[in-house]
């Protein structure tokens, strides 16, 4: 597989409650080549409290997982486009579900994009690793606050 090497570290948040699917992001991103500070939280609490933490970075953009436990990921992307110091971020859904509801309630919430991920693990680790590569040469992310 062709690396794409990132010069410049994406800062990545990583919402989700599946610890096997962190580490496979993780790992699908280092062998990838792409270069990110990936921060975790575990929880829709969790990613706001760090979002709203004026000593955390700021991330690039934000993966974020549907169902998880306390705040699920649409609530989460409501609060985040609500803020007018994070809407600017953008939030790709990343989650199993493909409920018609789902992809069209992460829509109109604004969410960047919706990416189902693969239930193989193949194909899991393929498709972070092509979501990767499309954030480094296709898609170009807002500048960071200073």
Request: aromatic share 6%; proline share 8%; hydrophobic share 45%.
């Given at each position: 597989?062709?690396q794409t090497?990132?010069?410049?570290?994406?800062?990545?948040?990583l919402v989700?409650?599946?610890?096997?699917?962190?580490?496979?992001?993780?790992?699908?991103?280092?062998?990838?080549?792409?270069?990110?500070?990936?921060?975790?939280?575990?929880?829709?609490?969790?990613?706001?409290?760090?979002?709203?933490?004026?000593a955390r970075?700021?991330?690039?953009?934000?993966?974020?997982?549907?169902?998880?436990?306390?705040?699920?990921?649409?609530?989460?992307?409501?609060?985040?486009?609500?803020?007018?110091?994070?809407?600017?971020?953008?939030?790709?859904?990343?989650?199993?579900?493909?409920?018609?509801?789902?992809?069209?309630?992460?829509?109109?919430?604004?969410?960047?994009?919706?990416?189902?991920?693969?239930?193989?693990?193949?194909?899991?680790?393929?498709?972070?690793?092509?979501?990767?590569?499309?954030?480094?040469?296709?898609?170009?992310?807002?500048?960071?606050?200073?």
């Amino acid at each position: 597989m062709t690396q794409t090497h990132s010069p410049i570290p994406i800062h990545l948040l990583l919402v989700e409650d599946s610890e096997a699917d962190i580490i496979l992001t993780q790992e699908a991103f280092q062998e990838a080549g792409i270069h990110t500070h990936l921060h975790v939280a575990r929880d829709g609490v969790e990613a706001l409290e760090f979002l709203r933490d004026p000593a955390r970075p700021r991330p690039d953009v934000i993966l974020l997982d549907i169902n998880m436990p306390r705040m699920n990921g649409l609530e989460v992307l409501r609060e985040i486009k609500q803020d007018p110091q994070l809407m600017t971020i953008p939030v790709i859904m990343l989650t199993t579900s493909r409920a018609e509801e789902d992809v069209l309630q992460s829509y109109q919430a604004y969410a960047a994009s919706y990416v189902v991920k693969p239930v193989e693990f193949g194909k899991f680790y393929d498709a972070i690793q092509a979501l990767g590569r499309y954030m480094l040469t296709i898609v170009r992310l807002p500048p960071r606050a200073g």
